[in-house]
């Protein structure tokens, strides 16, 4: 249930985002957004362990903000993979990444709160 969740908040994440910045970044319908979603879950399941990993040392170094570099790099990677999902460059990929980490942290704590009660 919490995947299906998290999935739902990063597609309107997304969604909304390309709406607020449309000259930086774009998803051509809520589809490509859904699976923008999907894809980047997938990346953060089996790649992201192995960059952070990787780049711990400069994680480490620059306290933290390091991890928004990996989390931009994920998102351009998606955008690769997934039609109609796109930056217009890696810092515009960086911003949303930083967005996104932000709102996800967020609702992600209430979610898990919400699950506990239950």
Do not use: C, Y
């Amino acid at each position: 249930m919490r995947f299906i969740v998290r999935l739902a908040i990063n597609m309107l994440t997304f969604l909304l985002l390309s709406m607020i910045f449309p000259s930086g970044f774009r998803v051509d319908s809520w589809g490509a957004a859904l699976l923008a979603a999907f894809v980047l879950s997938i990346l953060n399941a089996i790649i992201k362990p192995i960059l952070t990993i990787l780049t711990l040392p400069l994680t480490i170094l620059t306290f933290g903000f390091f991890a928004i570099v990996v989390n931009a790099m994920l998102l351009e990677v998606t955008a690769d993979l997934v039609g109609g999902f796109e930056f217009s460059s890696f810092g515009w990929a960086m911003i949303i990444a930083l967005i996104v980490s932000i709102i996800n942290t967020f609702l992600t704590k209430d979610l898990h709160v919400q699950v506990e009660r239950h």
